[in-house]
């Protein structure tokens, strides 16, 4: 029996359709319905071509069992990263603040009234390889909000307010970045792209669209004219010719990389043993 995903037009959403897990999609019925039973939200955000996604819907969310543990005791939402940015955003500063890390499945507690008090990424369904396994982190949660709600709360205030505080302390003038700051942006990735897997650095990656979004509009507000020089070598060295530089290297390498996935030349992209740095 489908859940109400089946209703909605996100690909990843309707992946989980047919989960035993009672899945919300992110919106006020959850939100009501988690005040009125007064129970934590469990908020599972993640994407389509996400493979440890899909390792912990076959483990743990196809999982009579643990669906029954999540039905009962949280109001289980599921979010498309890719089609709520904002909501993946908040609370993957959240987990990052909390734990040193982050990546998807990104797996995040939250009251009622939408505070993050606990989060995590992959959970597999029993402990191992150093992780503790999602039963027993749903059973702890569990027993927590029953016997030491307000410990929980004040810790989710706690977080939440230093997040604050240093987001403002990022944007301090409000301004938007000057033609500079914009060029050394571009700089900066030239300097990291991967021109044979595309993407950004070492392996693990993910494909985040946002970074090629931004290289592409400077391609088309400068015509790499500015801002894109010090890319423009080593592009032309790999075949991407010219003043076209990062952003064209970007287009025809990095996006067609990205359906088959974002790991690439590295022995931390096991499938077997993930790392505890694990992002893909």
Not at 188 to 216: C, I, N, V, W
Request: include cysteine.
């Amino acid at each position: 029996m489908s859940n109400r995903l089946a209703q909605e037009p996100s690909p990843y959403l309707l992946q989980h359709a047919n989960n035993p897990v009672d899945w919300y999609p992110w919106g006020d019925e959850a939100f009501a319905l988690a005040r009125e039973r007064d129970q934590p939200i469990f908020l599972s955000i993640g994407y389509s071509t996400c493979h440890w996604c899909h390792v912990m819907e076959h483990e743990s969310f196809e999982n009579a069992e643990i669906a029954e543990l999540l039905n009962a005791q949280f109001v289980p939402i599921k979010v498309d990263r890719e089609e709520r940015p904002d909501v993946d955003r908040v609370y993957m500063a959240f987990v990052q603040a909390t734990t040193g890390s982050g990546g998807w499945p990104m797996s995040v507690w939250l009251t009622p009234d939408l505070k993050p008090f606990y989060g995590g990424t992959y959970f597999p369904p029993s402990g191992r390889w150093g992780r503790p396994g999602f039963t027993e982190v749903l059973g702890e949660i569990a027993t927590r909000w029953r016997e030491s709600r307000t410990q929980l709360v004040e810790s989710a205030d706690s977080v939440m307010a230093r997040l604050r505080e240093a987001q403002a302390g990022r944007n301090i003038d409000g301004g938007l970045p000057d033609a500079a700051l914009l060029a050394a942006g571009v700089r900066e990735y030239s300097q990291t792209f991967d021109h044979r897997h595309g993407g950004f650095g070492g392996a693990p990656k993910f494909p985040r669209p946002g970074e090629l979004l931004f290289l592409l509009r400077e391609h088309a507000r400068t015509g790499d004219r500015e801002a894109l020089q010090d890319g423009a070598g080593d592009a032309a060295r790999h075949g991407h010719g010219g003043h076209a530089g990062i952003t064209l290297a970007v287009a025809s390498i990095a996006t067609p990389s990205m359906p088959s996935g974002g790991c690439r030349t590295s022995r931390r992209c096991s499938t077997t043993r993930p790392s505890l740095s694990w992002r893909c």
